[in-house]
């Protein structure tokens, strides 16, 4: 199936640890994106990259660090997890930014920091 | 900096009713307006995408409409039916470089 596809989908651990989210595309897009939803829903972009460049860095604690290895991956790691940071992770990705096609959601990856 | 609001935050119809959801946006330099459905608990998907010069786009029962210069796009969703309950999110594409999202219309559809 084409797609982009995450995981976990559930992460459930304590605060101070180190967390890693993963993310993939399949549809030869060259745009990915990170966003996370909070607990009123919602939805705002943390990070982008464009062919494994940083394009949008949000204001976000510098804790989280996105990873591009290659167009079709992006990773969110975390540092020093806290309470705050329980939400809902979207990966999406696009073709030319999205200007043409729009953007595509993963199904999501739900943290939460205990 | 580009604000989305969409009205009503909430929606309750019977089924088979026609209905309108509404969706403003304050900066009308966008590229493209996307809507987007999300089910409790899952991911987005996608319903139409609009681009700056179209009007309006139409899937199945779904007409969304986009007047660029007031700042506003309609989904009009025909003939509404249970499996229509979801929460609709309106989004805009800002500069090509980010989407810009309303918090969302939770709309249930009664059998």
């Known amino acids: 199936d084409t797609a982009v596809s995450q995981t976990p989908k559930y992460l459930v651990t304590q605060m101070g640890n180190d967390k890693s989210i993963k993310c993939e595309q399949n549809?030869?897009?060259?745009?990915m994106y990170w966003y996370k939803q909070d607990s009123k829903k919602f939805l705002k972009i943390m990070f982008s990259?464009?062919?494994?460049?940083?394009?949008i860095n949000e204001t976000v604690p510098n804790r989280f660090s996105p990873k591009s290895p290659d167009k079709a991956h992006l990773n969110l790691h975390i540092n020093s997890l806290e309470l705050g940071d329980s939400a809902v992770y979207f990966c999406?990705?696009?073709?030319?930014?999205?200007?043409?096609?729009?953007?595509?959601f993963g199904s999501g990856t739900r943290l939460t920091v205990v | 900096k580009q604000e989305v609001t969409q009205i009503p935050a909430a929606l309750s119809v019977p089924e088979g009713e026609n209905l309108v959801l509404n969706c403003s946006f304050t900066?009308?330099?966008?590229?493209?307006l996307q809507w987007f459905r999300q089910d409790p608990g899952k991911g987005l998907t996608s319903l139409l995408l609009?681009?700056?010069?179209?009007r309006e786009q139409t899937s199945g029962r779904l007409n969304a409409s986009l007047d660029k210069s007031s700042g506003r796009s309609t989904l009009y969703i025909a003939a509404s039916q249970p499996g229509d309950s979801a929460t609709y999110l309106c989004?805009?594409?800002?500069?090509?470089?980010?989407?810009?999202f309303g918090q969302g219309t939770r709309l249930t559809i009664n059998p």
């Open positions: 999406a990705s696009s073709l030319l930014r999205g200007s043409l096609y729009g953007y595509t």
């Open positions: 549809l030869g897009h060259d745009t």
């Open positions: 990259y464009n062919n494994k460049e940083l394009i």
């Open positions: 900066d009308s330099a966008i590229y493209n």
């Open positions: 609009i681009q700056s010069s179209q």
């Open positions: 989004a805009v594409l800002q500069g090509a470089q980010k989407l810009v």
